[in-house]
């Protein structure tokens, strides 16, 4: 059985930073891609971030790129995304993924077949 679990998020003020990490546990990490999403109220899920099985490769949003960093580390099974110069419309609550099949590029378009439960980011102005 799958499960992920997200950890990090918080109230943090407009400029600062986070750290969130997902502990998975159920499938053999190593060997898939892993991605971020956030959903914020009233808005469809959107994808952050994404990891290679090997961690050679990511892929992120453009409203991210140059302020996001997803890495993993395959020893203890964790993916993490640190988040800096942090504004307003990044608050959402955010969910981390595994891809469905083996191999992976985590890419937005890849196939994601479990969810964390979610932890909340809210910027204030």
């Known amino acids: 059985q799958v499960q992920l679990v997200e950890s990090g998020g918080g109230l943090v003020q407009a400029g600062g930073s986070l750290r969130l990490s997902c502990a998975a546990s159920?499938?053999?990490?190593?060997?898939?891609?892993m991605g971020w999403f956030r959903q914020a109220p009233g808005k469809e899920r959107e994808f952050v971030a994404g990891?290679?099985?090997?961690?050679?490769?990511?892929y992120y949003a453009d409203s991210v790129k140059g302020r996001f960093t997803i890495s993993r580390d395959n020893a203890k099974n964790t993916v993490n995304l640190q988040m800096n110069s942090l504004k307003p419309d990044d608050t959402a609550v955010y969910y981390c993924?595994?891809?469905?099949?083996?191999?992976?590029?985590?890419?937005?378009?890849?196939?994601?077949?479990?969810w964390g439960q979610g932890t909340q980011v809210t910027v204030s102005s």
């Open positions: 159920g499938r053999t990490f190593r060997l898939y891609a």
């Open positions: 993924a595994i891809e469905a099949l083996k191999y992976g590029s985590g890419s937005p378009d890849s196939q994601y077949d479990h």
């Open positions: 990891i290679t099985w090997s961690g050679a490769s990511t």
